[in-house]
């Protein structure tokens, strides 16, 4: 039981704060950025890059989120602010295009080959039973870390007054003085640098490679989406149930049900393939009786 426990923290740390930028974006331009998922893509080839060019490893992230953010915030002024005046709906096949330019930019440079972080090889610990190596306790707290910082700014700071004023009445909150426009700058760069950390602590354990961005699509937009479009926290919680609903589809045994209908006592698994299969059934099941999230409420403490 342990282990079920870890592996879906682990499972949800992969993808809550790429959830988390997610969000964030949308309770401001109020359109779903395909490409968003491709940052983390990005921040996972630049931090193997950087460190293989002669950077440690924590400065070699830092500097990956930061080279990031600033091609969010580039693409940002550039593109999906014009696009939004012809509407989201146009603005979201427009950050599908940019998404494909960014994996066929990544793929022509870094190739297709996944890219493995040279880290040295620690002994994992033993928790009743359980096991959980040095660097997968490291991602955890560094994605608990990130969430707690943002909950203290979004819940105690005045920006995260201003930005929750901002994502539940932009009209209102632009014509009471606040800076709209540099806001959503702000959080343009920030959901570009959280997105790359995520896909960088991701990259420590299963490499850097060119389908990562693709790998997360559909459960980060599960996730975004069952937490409400727009609310950053329903979002992490949404990243925390899918991860538990993946964890549970590859470690239920099948083996007694199919005793049961004369298969023998042979233990029987779900392939991991079958992950996917279950983000599109939370999905399914979402968009059909919770199309606007379990926590459809935005937060209006103002």
């Known amino acids: 039981m342990l282990q079920f426990l870890i592996d879906t923290l682990l499972r949800a740390s992969d993808l809550a704060l790429v959830a988390l930028g997610l969000s964030m974006v949308y309770g401001l331009v109020k359109f779903p950025n395909i490409a968003h998922v491709q940052y983390a893509m990005l921040g996972a080839y630049l931090s193997f890059g950087l460190r293989d060019a002669g950077l440690t490893l924590v400065p070699a992230i830092a500097v990956a989120c930061v080279l990031t953010g600033a091609l969010t915030l580039l693409l940002h002024l550039l593109v999906f602010r014009r696009l939004l005046r012809s509407g989201p709906a146009i603005t979201m096949i427009g950050s599908l295009a940019v998404a494909m330019l960014i994996v066929a930019v990544m793929q022509g440079v870094a190739g297709s080959f996944p890219r493995m972080f040279n880290l040295p090889v620690t002994a994992p610990w033993r928790l009743s039973g359980a096991m959980l190596t040095p660097l997968q306790a490291t991602t955890l707290s560094v994605s608990l870390l990130v969430l707690t910082v943002f909950c203290i700014v979004l819940f105690h700071t005045r920006m995260g007054r201003a930005l929750r004023a901002l994502s539940s009445n932009a009209p209102l909150a632009a014509a009471s003085g606040l800076n709209a426009e540099g806001l959503t700058r702000g959080v343009a760069f920030v959901s570009g640098a959280v997105a790359a ?85 939370i999905l399914l099941l979402a968009l059909l009786f919770k199309p606007y999230g379990l926590f459809d409420r935005e937060v209006r403490r103002v």
Request: aromatic fraction near 8%.
């Open 197 to 281: 950390l995520g896909g960088a602590m991701l990259a420590l354990s299963s490499g850097a490679h060119i389908n990562l961005g693709h790998d997360l699509l559909l459960p980060v937009f599960a996730a975004a989406i069952l937490g409400g479009l727009g609310n950053p926290i329903g979002a992490v919680a949404g990243a925390l149930l899918i991860a538990l609903t993946e964890t549970a589809v590859t470690n239920i045994n099948f083996g007694p049900l199919l005793g049961w209908f004369g298969g023998g006592d042979a233990m029987a698994f779900m392939p991991v393939s079958y992950i996917s299969a279950a983000s599109f059934l």
